[in-house]
């Protein structure tokens, strides 16, 4: 069954360092998504993508984020320049068509800032 | 707010009995969904029902939507060890790109 795939599985970095996390979605999906999971706390959203562009994103996903699809199967989130408060569980997902479908979430990428 | 609200926060039971979850939601909604997740992991899609429908059965699984009360049930059937886990609803108003999760129901079935 096909599955969204997420690297690193864990990532520690120093305070005020740039990380890329790199998930790989679905292959028929066109719509993708990041949220985060801070430890003991709910899921956030933080922004969704389609056709090469953002099309939602959260008041948390401020300008030390970005998302890109390099190529035609890989979707990163990057974050500039790290900060504590940035450590938490990082999770990809995909939808064939969007908030109509389910999505489908990838294992997720544990970053520690330290 | 798109944010369903899940109620219990918490439920234990016996493995074999049945486990209800509800979510209460305050907007018109296109769909609502359900997800599980086992303990830091990812999230697992259980079930979509649409706003057109009341009832909607997968497995062991069973939800309903009552749009007049803005709420839905997830109901799970003979319950095992591995249905431990916690549970969200997600309702989807029309055009949002997005899921918006609540606190969830942590279950935990006793063997």
């Known amino acids: 069954e096909p599955e969204v795939t997420q690297t690193p599985s864990h990532q520690v970095t120093q305070m005020g360092q740039e990380v890329i996390l790199r998930c790989v979605p679905i292959s028929n999906h066109l719509y993708f998504y990041w949220y985060r999971q801070i430890l003991g706390q709910k899921v956030e959203f933080l922004v969704s993508f389609y056709n090469n562009e953002i099309s939602e994103k959260s008041e948390i996903f401020d300008d030390q984020f970005s998302v890109e699809r390099p190529d035609g199967s890989n979707f990163t989130l990057k974050i500039r320049s790290t900060k504590l408060e940035d450590s938490a569980m990082y999770f990809c997902?995909?939808?064939?068509?969007?908030?109509?479908?389910?999505?489908?979430f990838g294992p997720g990428t544990r970053l520690t800032v330290t | 707010s798109q944010q369903g609200e899940e109620d219990p926060q918490a439920l234990s039971i016996q493995e074999g009995e049945n486990a209800t979850m509800n979510c209460s939601y305050k907007?018109?909604?296109?769909?609502l969904q359900w997800y599980r997740q086992n303990s830091g992991r990812g999230l697992v899609h259980l079930i979509l029902i649409r706003s057109n429908e009341r009832e909607k059965h997968s497995g062991r699984l069973r939800v309903t939507l009552d749009t007049s009360k803005k709420s839905s049930s997830l109901l799970i059937t003979a319950s095992r060890a591995a249905d431990t886990a916690s549970y969200f609803c997600a309702p989807v108003i029309q055009g949002a790109q997005k899921l918006v999760f609540g606190q969830g129901t942590r279950l935990t079935i006793n063997p």
């Open positions: 907007t018109s909604i296109n769909n």
């Open positions: 997902a995909s939808s064939e068509q969007g908030s109509s479908y389910e999505q489908y």
